[in-house]
């Protein structure tokens, strides 16, 4: 009988990085319920939680690993878990964002193909957690201005650029590789007091994982976050980036008395959010999902009275001026 890997593939910005610290921190727990969580031995180091250096060999990036190397992996761990009598979990979300460059095929569905041939002695179970589209691109955006990036243009405009959005596009992709696929949604995974421990019994495994979500990842706010990305014409280093959000998390009372006119926001208004819900394809995916319990569903977005700001006041431009004029960032 073929070993399973469970595929966890993303999407970006729905709790990997809280999974895949408590996967690699907790191994033992794991082998105890027949999952195997591997690392990179004999070849390398696993020095991130997650298998994203493996997913980067496979698409030809620059990665600690070779494309040999993971080869030689796949076959490791193949043995491993029919030695352990284990099934595995792989988690790298850049599985989703990778592709391998064609003219004549779909280079996304290309990269999971390579994926699909390098593991053909498992029986492969992809996993797939969706986030409400607004909540996702939200924290998409957030995540991407708060890097040595450019000036980022209007989120409904950036959002247009997204391939992550096509929420039916990238599974049907999915499904076609590898047939089935657990399709489970961020909202509803957040509906317990245990994340990490939910996620696991959505997937069939009866694990108890006690963890603490608020030591994994800290994000800016809305109002650091405008801030920021006004800030990024400034900014062309990883140092002077980390600076800068330093600055930020110091004066956090002080930029937020700056937005006490109206409610920080990177939409236009609640309408202009509600419309973008009220416009995307939702149903045409619950049924591509085989999501039909309500529970399941993303639950509606919470209203906002307050007037929305979603430029820069122009204290705090000024402020961000002279910090950069004088070099005070650094």
Request: net charge neutral.
């Amino acid at each position: 009988m073929q070993p399973r890997i469970y595929l966890h593939a993303g999407m970006h910005k729905t709790g990997t990085s809280a999974i895949q610290k408590w996967a690699k921190n907790n191994k033992e727990i794991l082998e105890s319920h027949r999952l195997y969580y591997p690392n990179y031995e004999p070849f390398a180091e696993m020095k991130i939680n997650g298998h994203m250096q493996f997913t980067h060999a496979v698409a030809g990036k620059d990665s600690q690993l070779t494309f040999d190397e993971c080869k030689k992996l796949s076959s490791k761990w193949h043995d491993d878990a029919l030695r352990k009598n284990c099934d595995i979990l792989f988690s790298a979300e850049s599985i989703f964002r990778h592709f391998i460059k064609s003219k004549e095929t779909d280079p996304r569905k290309l990269y999971l193909q390579r994926i699909k041939n390098l593991f053909e002695g498992f029986e492969i179970i992809p996993v797939l957690v969706f986030r409400r589209p607004d909540s996702f691109i939200e924290s998409l955006y957030k995540e991407t201005v708060a890097k040595p990036a450019p000036q980022l243009p209007h989120l409904t405009d950036w959002a247009k650029t997204k391939f992550h959005l096509k929420y039916t596009e990238n599974l049907l992709r999915y499904k076609e590789v590898f047939g089935s696929v657990i399709v489970l949604t961020y909202e509803n995974l957040r509906d317990s007091d245990n994340f990490v421990q939910n996620f696991f019994t959505q997937m069939g495994f009866n694990i108890e994982a006690s963890f603490d979500e608020e030591k994994v990842r800290q994000s800016l706010s809305v109002s650091q976050i405008i801030v920021k990305n006004y800030a990024n014409k400034y900014i062309s280093g990883r140092t002077e980036n980390e600076n800068f959000k330093s600055w930020l998390k110091i004066n956090r009372e002080f930029i937020d008395a700056a937005f006490d006119e109206g409610h920080p926001s990177l939409w236009d208004s609640a309408e202009q959010k509600n419309s973008f819900i009220e416009n995307f394809p939702l149903e045409e995916f619950y049924n591509v999902a085989n999501i039909v319990s309500g529970e399941k569903k993303f639950p509606r977005a919470k209203q906002v009275a307050e007037s929305f700001v979603t430029t820069i006041p122009e204290v705090l431009a000024s402020k961000v001026d002279e910090l950069f004029s004088k070099g005070d960032s650094q």
